[in-house]
């Protein structure tokens, strides 16, 4: 007989325990600071246990990128594609804005660029993201704002695009004025037919 595995119970107990103490560790250390001797501590599992599951800083940040990908973020509705595309990059631009945000958002990247099992969480994580964004862009469609021949993900990413550029090759700061024109620039691409 084929035994099953509960829902939730002590091993979803300690990736919890585990994924928060490595979250705290990033915000506080970075991501260079983050090691699993840190974590073990913090979350109250014992250092070999994380080693086994987990393997690395890397398979630490990997794991949290997959849980962080099934949760829901909020979806604007303002009721024009304009409002929706800004409020967007601006809630990007705020999440990097913050100490918090920031250090996680950096860490995540961080580790993507480093470990391979990172980077295809990394990839996963933006993916899912940008799949919960499209309906902004289907809500537009329907409204009859833009073609129903736009590619709504390339939409999310080019409106993106420049705030993760300054961020992470620039090193610029993004003000919310530059949040605005992201968005715009990528509603112009869209209506010209670009996208």
């Not at 086994?52 to 909020?74: C, H, K, N, Q, Y």
């Not at 660029?113 to 537009?140: C, D, G, H, I, Y």
């Not at 129903?148 to 990413?157: F, G, N, Q």
């Amino acid at each position: 007989m084929e035994t099953q595995r509960r829902p939730g119970g002590r091993s979803a107990r300690v990736r919890d325990a585990v994924r928060q103490a490595t979250l705290v560790e990033v915000t506080q250390r970075g991501y260079q600071g983050l090691t699993v001797e840190n974590v073990a501590k913090r979350s109250g599992v014992h250092k070999t246990s994380i080693y086994r599951r987990w393997g690395s800083p890397e398979g630490l940040v990997a794991d949290a990128l997959e849980l962080a990908a099934a949760e829901p973020i909020p979806i604007p509705d303002t009721g024009s594609l304009d409002g929706d595309l800004r409020a967007i990059t601006e809630a990007v631009r705020a999440g990097f804005a913050s100490p918090h945000g920031g250090a996680i958002g950096c860490a995540f990247i961080l580790a993507g660029m480093q470990n391979p099992a990172a980077a295809a969480a990394l990839q996963n994580f933006t993916a899912a993201r940008r799949k919960q964004s499209v309906v902004v862009v289907e809500r537009a469609v329907a409204r009859g704002e833009v073609s129903e021949s736009i590619d709504a993900e390339e939409l999310i990413r080019f409106a993106l695009a420049p705030i993760y550029y300054r961020i992470f090759v620039t090193h610029e700061p993004v003000t919310a004025a530059d949040a605005v024109k992201a968005a715009d620039a990528a509603l112009t691409a869209a209506r010209a037919g670009i996208l």
